[in-house]
């Protein structure tokens, strides 16, 4: 079993910074890749980034430049650091964590923390 744990999410304005936190625990020994998925009412859940636990990272088109996302190994946390904040960042933010098993991937989610960005 894998928990994931996010927090860091709120209430900011146009133009504004958040930093999301999530922390891992549990069986995590072979987990590979962890990321950010996000949600927003009436929409499906879609990636904002990941990183892999070689450092590599990927990021949709739609927060590069802004987002960074980062990863402490031994630590078992992943930051996504939220720069330059629009209304349309508006949603749920979930941690993702995945690992292969004998039968396919198998992915664990966090609770989610709201991101609301308002004037």
């Known amino acids: 079993q894998v928990q994931l744990v996010e927090s860091g999410g709120g209430l900011v304005q146009p133009g504004e910074s958040l930093r999301l936190s999530c922390a891992a625990s549990g069986s995590i020994s072979s987990i590979t890749t962890m990321g950010w998925y996000r949600q927003a009412p009436g929409k499906q859940r879609e990636l904002v980034a990941s990183i892999t636990n070689g450092g590599n990272t990927n990021y949709e088109d739609f927060v590069k430049g802004r987002f960074t996302i980062s990863r402490d190994n031994a630590k078992n946390t992943v930051d996504l650091q939220m720069n330059s904040l629009k209304p349309e960042d508006t949603a749920v933010y979930y941690c993702?964590?995945?690992?292969?098993?004998?039968?396919?991937?198998?992915?664990?989610w966090g609770q989610g923390t709201q991101v609301t960005v308002s004037p």
């Open positions: 993702n964590a995945y690992r292969m098993s004998w039968s396919g991937r198998i992915d664990y």
